[in-house]
């Protein structure tokens, strides 16, 4: 017993078994495939219909109404396999190209030839979507089983992650649903005899299914279809906020940096200057980093755009290629500069010098900033602020200079600054140190010191620094302001930053202390020595704990919680 | 040099002639053509001639008319138009042309 299949060729009805119709539709696919001209095929193909369907109606009779294998193979031998026509009609075709193109004609045939490995999902050995048995096809591994279980373990570390990718896998590989497409899963040439072994086990594949209940596969089938529907919508949602997200990122980029060109520029101009070498570089970096942040987003987007309106991400050779030379130009051009600049810090240098000063009148030395009227003055406009940076008409600050106490040999005080700046060698970095701009005013008991590090114009911004080194001699006192960073390296002990600030810092016994400041030490002292262990046995808690005086056990047991204290009186 | 291809190449040439020569008979239909040059042993393949066919009917060589069948599908029934037969002794030409070129070949060697 076989099943039938109704058909019409050339608009008279066939009945045709099915493992018949299965090689005529092939042969008739297979047919179409060879034609390449598109205008000459349909009237080809029909011309052939009514040839297939006169030889059938003269071989078919009253005892014999269906059409079998046997006519089909009758046709194919009668019509000619694919190959065999192949022959002839690109030859007549050929012979047309020689006039007008004389070259070029010899590649489209060898290509039809050549069987090419094309990824498709299985829908055969599938357990899910087939997209495994899909790669195990392509990449030639015949054992599926072991990539499945690598692919659980995956899921599993990379918790669930993966599930997105085969989803993506899924929505994006396409199914292998025709005999042709199978083939090229297989890497196989697609021709009539490959067809027609495909077909057979594909048929004896069906016939062994016919015998198992098909229903359970039904169901697997259809919530397969219904997962992946879900799924193709949630992504397909994924890609719109994805899509409107970069969008806004974007736009806020262009926006902020389209503003920031009218409102901002002149001012940041200045501080550019501080760090490149001209105006033009940071134009050329500034647009460089754009492109290196706008590329993926927009090529984020595109791929979104067309995953929203085809359910397929298709990468599109040129621009995929324009996007991915352009940001890597960007980069390029963003690490140049990077390196230009680092280049710039190479070399440290440190320049010191002794300033001579008057000794205060009393036993105190105030050290206070620059009085800021007097800078006011001198920086009459102040051009921009950003931060702790500040450019005035005269030159640029920026940081704090530091204040560093040392016990003075003698019994007076003695002043030194210490300047330091960076450069592309050591020449370099001892011309910017020149353009350091200190100042010191000096009062009845005060020193007023540049508080923070100031740069003449045209200086670059190289790491510049200013330290003080106050000499104190023993006995006498200095009040330090908080304007400036104060170096503790010289004192006796650690003191707290705030509290050295509001009180006098003297030299007794040749070390520099603060005698009204909280001991910090101290409190770390007592914090260091303190002791607590804690045991947990089976049926009792032990808390000892003990520091410089006191040494206190709890114990809880079941029934008694003991506590020992015992002073120690050392 | 393969064979096989050498003949094919020779077939294919004389072959368009050869369905203008049928036709040139009278009005028929691939099956008819088919017999012909099958009995002639210049075609081996069926498929082969309706390519042949729809181009040498686009070219405006041939045209057709459908005629009713009793026994089959309606049929497709090819003449030479003007230029067809234009186009045929052309052919016809050239075609004696060489062959008494080849027949003198073939004979001084022979």
Redesign the interface.
Known sequence: MKRTINIH????PFIIDEEAFDKLSNYIQS?KNR?TNE??RS??MS??E??M??VF??RLDKNRQVVDMEDVDFIIF?????E??V???T??ENENQQQSQPASNQSETTASKNSTKKLFRDPESKILGGVIAGFCHYFGIKEALWIRLAFVVLLWFSFGTFLLVYLVFWLVIPEAKTYADKLQMKGEPVNLDTIEKEVKETLSRATDAINKPLRDNDLIAKLGTLILMIAKGFLKFVAIIVFIISLFILFGILVSAAGFSVIGLPKFAVFTQLIFNSHTYYIISAIALFVVIGVPLFFLMYLCATFIASSKVVFHKKISITAASLWVLALAIIFYFSISIANNFKSDESQTEKLSMLQPAGNVLYVNPIDSVQLSERYTEVEAFLGDIMVTENGFLFGRSTVKLAVSEDSLFHLEQTLSASGRNRLDARKQINLIHTRFIQGDSSLELSERVEVFKNAKFRNQDVVYTLYVPQGKSVKINSSFNLDMVNFEKEFDEEDLSSNLISVENGKLTCAKCNDVEEDTDTMEDEEIVQIINKDSVVIKSSDKNEKVNIKIGKKVIKIESNKNDK | MDIENSKAQMRKGVLEFCILSVLSGGEKYPSDIIDELKEAQLLIVEGTLYPLLTRLKNEGLLTYRWVESSSGPPRKYFTLTDSGKNFLSELEKAYNQLSEAVKKILNKTL
Not at chain 1, 9 to 12: D, E, H, Y
Not at chain 1, 78 to 82: D, E, I, M, T
Request: glycine share 14%; aromatic share 6%; no cysteine.
């Open positions: 060729l050339g608009g008279m047919l034609f205008q000459e009237e080809i011309d052939i009514y040839r369907a006169e109606s003269k009668q019509l000619g396999k694919p065999e026509i022959g002839d009609v030859v007549t």
